[in-house]
Each structure stands twice: as C-alpha cells, then as structure tokens.
C-alpha cells in the first residue's frame, strides 16, 4: 500500500507556517500575561499589571508575526527571481 504523500506538501508548508505564527502570538500573550500575574501577586495589586503585560504580549506577538509573515513573503519572491 503506498501513499502520495508529495501531493499534500504544500498543504503541510502552510499547516506548519499557521501553526508557527498562531503558537508565536499565543506565547507571547501567555507569557506577559503570567509575568503581569506574578507582578499583581508581588505588590498586591489588583489586574494592572496584568492589563499592562497583556496589551504589550499582544503588541509584540503582533509585531513578531508581522516580522515573519514578512520573511515568508520575501522568501517566496526571491525564489521567483531564481527561477
């Protein structure tokens, strides 16, 4: 029994690129988020920093994502120069 595993390549590069940009963005938020928790925690305030935190987790991700969707797309247009 054998499987054409080249005719899904493409759509395992893209599974891989929106799983990549998804876990980066939802890292980032996570991240700051418990980093603004623990802050809360520390000076016993009440969801400042937590707000702040997030907001800047989700600037950054935002950031991060657009950095590497960029990287994609220059990719893509320097291998149709070469070609």
Same mark, same amino acid.
């Given at each position: 029994?054998?499987? %054409?595993?080249?005719?899904?390549?493409?759509?395992?590069?893209?599974? $891989?690129?929106? &799983?990549?940009?998804?876990? $980066? &963005?939802?890292? /980032?938020?996570?991240? /700051?988020?418990?980093?603004?928790?623990?802050?809360?925690?520390?000076? %016993?305030?009440?969801?400042?920093?937590?707000?702040?935190?997030?907001?800047?987790?989700?600037?950054?991700?935002?950031?991060? $994502?657009?950095?590497?969707?960029?990287?994609?797309?220059?990719?893509?247009?320097?291998?149709?120069?070469?070609?």
């Amino acid at each position: 029994m054998s499987s %054409n595993f080249k005719g899904y390549q493409g759509w395992a590069k893209h599974l $891989t690129v929106i &799983m990549q940009l998804g876990l $980066t &963005m939802a890292g /980032c938020i996570g991240l /700051c988020f418990y980093i603004g928790l623990k802050l809360d925690q520390l000076f %016993n305030t009440k969801g400042i920093f937590i707000t702040i935190f997030t907001l800047l987790g989700a600037a950054g991700g935002a950031n991060v $994502t657009y950095r590497q969707i960029m990287e994609i797309i220059e990719d893509k247009e320097h291998e149709k120069k070469n070609d």
